[in-house]
């Protein structure tokens, strides 16, 4: 079948996969291609055990797979056929060399320009759907442009805000789609026909145009602002358990104005996830690299702030047990860095665990989803770490639980055949403010609830 539109995505990741398998399932007349250097990823995606763990996505592979939305290995032959190129790769922050460990590491992203520029025969349009440096199309188009053999690329920036856990209902149902384009008859095409493929689902109110540098620097931006607001309830959660005020309460009654809104204001051990820090840390090189040092404080702080967090949560664990957690074992309930997802890049459940076992405790993971990765995680750990997916057996034995993910399950579990079986006096530390604890104190637990009066026997 011959299809309108030929669309390639590059990279075929958290974003790349759930994006192009909704927009097949939206634009039955384009095709779409999604391809990676890594092909045991896309084999996965060819097969019933997709890469990643997403509500949702597995029915929409299963409806458009095989129709309109192909996975494969070959770059090359994507590109060559595609009038437009979505590049999905990922920008994780620079481990090496200046701007190490604050910088986007952008060499999956100018790799495909090179291969772009390599096997493209015609015209493109080249949308950016990575998080990237503010001007960074400008760079794109520096390598596009040292060698156009007579064709003409048409750089777009059109960045993801969807978050793991509820992508599919965010592609379908986000608040906003972001195009930017340059201000040129070629530029306003280009963000035009992006525009026609959301529109096939996205009133037309929610698509917005903007300059490619707006667009660019819009991701980056929301990414902080989200980020600053759970680190902003996180420094007051800490207030909280000084002063007994409840950190709940505080975040009702500071959400419930408008101006303010409710939403991200839940106390945790720590926001994780593969792009809050980087992309802050990203803003912050970026103001310092123009020597705003002011601006770039103000954002890294957002950083501390969390990191701040997942230590002081693991000082009060060994604290409150008597100040040693030597030998003792903790069950950890959830590795994800969120529910609904087996990702664990940038958990602060990593950090907890190393923490944890820098004080020699020993630890059994326990996750729905997230084993196989925490197992990668924790590879250095040897034997001090078990893994089970079953948190009655994690629970087994153990000293502590400590709450990590905010798993909708563990709020339903029978916490009176959990405390039978573990060792007394046994203690609860849910990072998450998820569990009933006035129930868990009655059960007998000794319960330590983040940002809230601690309900203890002693
Ligand atoms: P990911 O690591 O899951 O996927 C990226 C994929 O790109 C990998 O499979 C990798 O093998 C592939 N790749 C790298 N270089 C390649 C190349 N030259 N050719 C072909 N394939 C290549 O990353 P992700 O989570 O999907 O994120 C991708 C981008 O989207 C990042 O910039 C990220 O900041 C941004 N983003 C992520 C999310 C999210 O929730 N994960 C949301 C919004 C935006
Ligand atoms: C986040 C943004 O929400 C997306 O809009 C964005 O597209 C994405 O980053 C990205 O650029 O990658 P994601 O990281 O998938 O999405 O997940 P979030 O729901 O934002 O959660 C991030 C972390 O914050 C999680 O660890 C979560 O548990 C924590 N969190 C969230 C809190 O601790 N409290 C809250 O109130 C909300």
């Known amino acids: ?18 994006t192009m398998a909704v927009m097949a399932m939206k ?42 939305l192909f996975f494969s290995s070959d770059i090359a032959a994507g590109i060559r056929a595609a009038d437009i190129i979505f590049v999905s790769v990922n920008t994780p922050t620079k481990t090496f060399g200046e701007g190490a460990g604050m910088a986007s590491d952008l060499q999956y992203w100018e790799r495909t320009a090179h291969e772009i520029v390599e096997h493209a025969e015609g015209d493109k349009i080249i949308v950016e759907k990575s998080t990237l440096p503010v001007r960074t199309a400008e ?60 529109r096939h689902w996205m009133p037309a109110e929610r698509i917005l145009l903007t300059s490619v540098w707006s667009s660019e620097l819009s991701k980056l931006v929301a990414n902080a602002f989200l980020a600053q607001r759970i680190s902003s309830i996180n420094a007051v959660s800490a207030l909280c358990e000084q002063t007994d005020a409840d950190v709940a309460e505080i975040a009702r009654a500071v959400g419930s104005d408008s101006r303010i809104g409710s939403k991200f204001l839940k106390a945790s051990v720590g926001f994780g996830g593969s792009c809050f820090k980087k992309d802050i840390l990203n ?21 501390r702030l969390n990191e701040f967090q ?41 950090t907890v665990a190393r923490l944890l076992l820098e004080e020699r405790a020993r630890l059994v993971v326990s996750d729905p989803q997230a084993i196989e990765n925490a197992r990668m995680d924790l590879a250095d750990a040897g034997d001090d770490v078990t893994y089970t997916p079953d948190p009655y057996t994690a629970a087994e034995n153990a000293d502590a639980i400590a709450v990590l993910t905010e798993w909708r399950q563990y709020r339903e579990l029978d916490f009176a055949k959990i405390f039978q079986a573990m060792r007394k006096p046994a203690f609860i530390f849910d990072g998450r403010n998820i569990l009933d604890h006035q129930a868990l104190r009655n059960i007998g637990f000794q319960v330590f609830p983040l940002g809230r009066r601690c309900l203890t026997s002693f």
């Not at 011959?2 to 759930?18: D, E, M, N, Q, W």
């Not at 995606?45 to 997403?54: A, F, T």
Request: aromatic content about 10%.
């Open 1 to 18: 079948m011959s299809h309108a539109k030929r669309i390639l995505c590059i990279g075929a990741g958290y974003v790349g996969g759930p």
């Open 27 to 68: 634009c039955p007349e384009y095709r779409f291609d999604v391809v990676d250097i890594n092909p045991e990823r896309i084999a996965r995606w060819n097969s019933d055990h997709l890469p990643i763990y997403e509500p949702g996505l597995d029915e929409v592979v299963r409806g458009t797979r095989g129709r309109n």
């Open 139 to 198: 760079a794109m188009e520096r390598i596009l442009k040292a060698n156009t053999r007579g064709r003409r690329f048409e750089v777009v920036s059109n960045p993801e805000f969807l978050s793991e856990g509820t992508a599919v209902r965010d592609l379908l149902e986000g608040d906003r789609v972001l195009i930017g384009a340059h201000d040129t008859d070629s530029g306003r095409a280009a963000a035009e026909t992006i525009a026609d493929i959301y």
């Open 283 to 303: 803003l912050v090189y970026i103001a310092r690299s123009y020597h705003l040092h002011e601006v770039a404080d103000y954002w890294e702080m957002v950083v």
């Open 310 to 350: 997942m230590q002081r949560f693991v000082r009060r664990m060994v604290r409150e047990m008597f100040n040693t957690v030597a030998g003792k074992k903790i069950a950890l309930f959830g590795f994800a860095f969120k529910a609904d997802t087996g990702d664990t890049r940038e958990s602060p459940a990593i």
